[in-house]
């Protein structure tokens, strides 16, 4: 948790934290002093900024998006077993859509097997050296 103090010499915000126990603070005019959190004058017109976290490092954005996008697959896939398990349950609409999804993987399936059955791969010639 950190606090935001004036300094006392020229008026400047002062951000810093106060569960490090006692510290000194030292501002960009040279003024310094130790900001004690048990002394309750450090408090005298201060605000509390607790919204301000440490902030993780930086990976690159690629990673980030693929991160996502990976999240976003299983998320979806664990959405759609359910939907699966408690199809009787769902109104119409969702049903129809799930039926969708069903009747085009199954045709998509269906597809590449007839496409691999009728244009098998080319043997290579056994006699031929």
């Known amino acids: 948790m950190h606090i935001v103090k004036r300094c006392p ?3 400047k ?3 810093f934290p ?3 126990g006692k510290i000194r603070v030292t501002c960009v005019c040279g003024n310094a002093f130790t900001a004690d ?5 450090l408090f005298d ?4 900024d607790m919204g301000a976290q440490k902030k993780p490092a930086s990976r690159p954005a690629a990673s980030v998006r693929v991160r996502a996008l990976g999240d976003a697959v299983i998320q979806g ?3 759609f077993t359910y939907r699966v398990q ?3 349950l769902l109104p119409t609409r969702e049903k129809a859509q799930v039926l969708l999804v069903v009747v085009s993987v199954a045709a998509l399936v269906a597809a590449v ?3 691999f059955l009728v244009n098998p791969a080319p043997r290579p010639n056994s006699s031929v050296i």
Do not use: E, H, Q, T
């Not at 959190?37 to 004058?41: I, L, N, Q, T, W």
């Open 9 to 11: 010499a020229c008026g």
């Open 13 to 15: 915000n002062l951000r």
């Open 18 to 20: 106060v569960d490090k």
């Open 37 to 41: 959190p048990d002394d309750p004058r």
């Open 45 to 48: 017109g201060a605000a509390f």
């Open 77 to 79: 896939l664990y959405s």
């Open 86 to 88: 408690n199809f009787r």
């Open 113 to 115: 097997l007839i496409y």
